[in-house]
């Protein structure tokens, strides 16, 4: 499973005759997420420069994009605070040069959402919904799978179980007798963090 997110530096350079003085302004940039392949891109508003290099003091992984030039793919297993430097590599008639320092805030994933069908706990079900689905939210820029392994549902005051994401004929049925009230799940899922686990609340009104 592909698992990736993107960080953008974006530089303004400004050249002086031969002197190379160069200042950078960082524009823009997405948070890193721990335990996830990130893509860092660096890019210019002028002048692209060639022959840089990255570094990162608590980076697990670093490697350059074999597809697209001047992005890294890094990874960090840890909360620890990154710091990210930009270089010009040393060359014939130049030394080594630091372009950019940056430092980072790492941030762990934040828990899925819990929809029933289409809808979150945040609206009233005003059908007998088919299945539990687990995704993040929108403005996260990941693409992760969570795996709904099992589920407990009160309707009221009747207890169902089943396995995986759909609900069973059963509950079904009994939400149509119903009609109204409330639903309280609790669910056991994998997330490539591991075994978790979630409690949430729908009312419904299927009238």
């Known amino acids: 499973m592909t698992k990736s997110t993107f960080i953008f530096l974006i530089f303004s350079s400004n050249y002086l005759l031969a002197q190379d003085n160069i200042q950078l302004n960082i524009l823009d940039i997405n948070p890193i997420y721990m335990g996830f392949s990130n ?50 590599r040393k060359g014939i008639f130049s030394k080594e040069k630091v372009l950019k320092t940056q430092n980072f805030s790492v941030c762990e994933v934040p828990n899925p959402i819990l929809f029933l069908d289409t809808l979150s706990a945040e609206a009233l079900l005003t059908k007998i919904p088919k299945k539990l689905i687990l995704k993040l939210e929108t403005s996260i820029p990941l693409t992760i799978n969570f795996l709904i392994k099992s589920w407990e549902i009160d309707v009221n005051t009747k207890k169902f179980k089943g396995l995986g994401n759909e609900l069973s004929p ?22 490539p963090l591991g075994k978790q686990e979630m409690k949430e609340i729908f009312e419904f009104d299927v009238e």
Do not use: H
Not at 68 to 82: F, G, H, M, T
Not at 171 to 191: D, H, M, P, R, T
């Open 39 to 88: 893509v860092v891109r660096v890019s210019f508003n002028e002048k692209v420069l060639k022959n840089i290099t990255m570094e990162c003091n608590v980076c697990d992984t670093i490697y350059p994009n074999p597809e697209k030039e001047n992005e890294w793919i890094i990874r960090i297993d840890s909360l620890k605070p990154a710091t990210i430097v930009v270089k010009r």
């Open 170 to 191: 059963e509950l079904k049925e009994f939400l149509a007798i119903e009609k109204k009230g409330l639903i309280v799940i609790n669910i056991q899922y994998l997330s």
